[in-house]
């Protein structure tokens, strides 16, 4: 059996999860690490399960196997790794590698979402405001975009903003609408950069500015 260190798997599935959009760890060494990470996900080991589940899900380095990036990235969510059980609600909301159902996403969604993983908390979010696989709830929807926001997700900052300017679950605050939605341009967010430049213009034709 191949041998590997499974604190090297630890720092890069940390590495993983702190890349940025666009620029996945993976990408980078899938060619000489994607057979430790199949060892590793072939011990049980939840990192390892992940790491050759994204390998799979993105033909990084190996032939692209959607059915079985699932199948490992359940055995992953198993165990209680909370990136992992995100990602398996995503595959399960778009019908992805698996037939979709909205149900077994938000499972996924809330499991992940408990453990404090905001992008987790953020499709647990728009589930309640688009009653996916439970019925709708702004109430709900609000506290768990804030809850993503609280944790810096643009995502979740925008889509608070939207919650406080439409008075969606909160009530109306088009100045706090502001805030979140300025919180979320100045990651780069396209939505929040949008959504703040036209409140933003939009104060200003009503005071003539």
């Given at each position: 059996?191949?041998?590997?260190?499974?604190?090297?798997?630890?720092?890069?599935?940390?590495?993983?999860?702190?890349?940025?959009?666009?620029?996945?760890?993976?990408?980078?060494?899938?060619?000489?690490?994607f057979n430790d990470w199949l060892a590793g996900a072939e011990d049980g080991m939840p990192e390892a399960?992940?790491?050759?589940?994204?390998?799979?899900?993105?033909?990084?380095?190996?032939?692209?196997?959607?059915?079985?990036?699932?199948?490992?990235?359940?055995?992953?969510?198993?165990?209680?790794?909370?990136?992992?059980?995100?990602?398996?609600?995503?595959?399960?909301?778009?019908?992805?590698?698996?037939?979709?159902?909205?149900?077994?996403?938000?499972?996924?969604?809330?499991?992940?979402?408990?453990?404090?993983?905001?992008?987790?908390?953020?499709?647990?979010?728009?589930?309640?405001?688009?009653?996916?696989?439970?019925?709708?709830?702004?109430?709900?929807?609000?506290?768990?975009?804030?809850?993503?926001?609280?944790?810096?997700?643009?995502?979740?900052?925008?889509?608070?903003?939207?919650?406080?300017?439409?008075?969606?679950?909160?009530?109306?605050?088009?100045?706090?609408?502001?805030?979140?939605?300025r919180c979320a341009a100045s990651q780069g967010l396209e939505e929040g950069i949008a959504n703040h430049?036209?409140?933003?213009?939009?104060?200003?034709?009503?005071?003539?500015?």
């Open positions: 059996m191949r041998s590997y260190s499974k604190s090297l798997i630890k720092k890069e599935f940390v590495a993983e999860m702190s890349a940025s959009d666009g620029d996945s760890f993976i990408a980078k060494v899938r060619r000489e690490r399960l992940f790491l050759a589940g994204l390998c799979y899900f993105e033909g990084a380095g190996v032939e692209r196997d959607r059915k079985r990036a699932v199948k490992y990235f359940k055995q992953a969510a198993v165990s209680g790794l909370a990136a992992a059980q995100c990602v398996l609600g995503d595959c399960y909301a778009g019908g992805t590698g698996v037939i979709k159902n909205n149900k077994n996403a938000f499972k996924w969604f809330k499991l992940s979402a408990d453990q404090g993983f905001a992008e987790a908390q953020f499709a647990l979010g728009t589930a309640y405001a688009a009653g996916l696989g439970v019925n709708e709830n702004g109430e709900e929807a609000f506290k768990w975009f804030f809850l993503a926001a609280s944790r810096g997700l643009a995502e979740g900052e925008n889509a608070l903003g939207m919650c406080y300017e439409y008075g969606y679950g909160i009530e109306k605050d088009i100045g706090t609408a502001m805030k979140w939605y430049s036209r409140l933003v213009n939009g104060n200003c034709r009503k005071m003539d500015c």
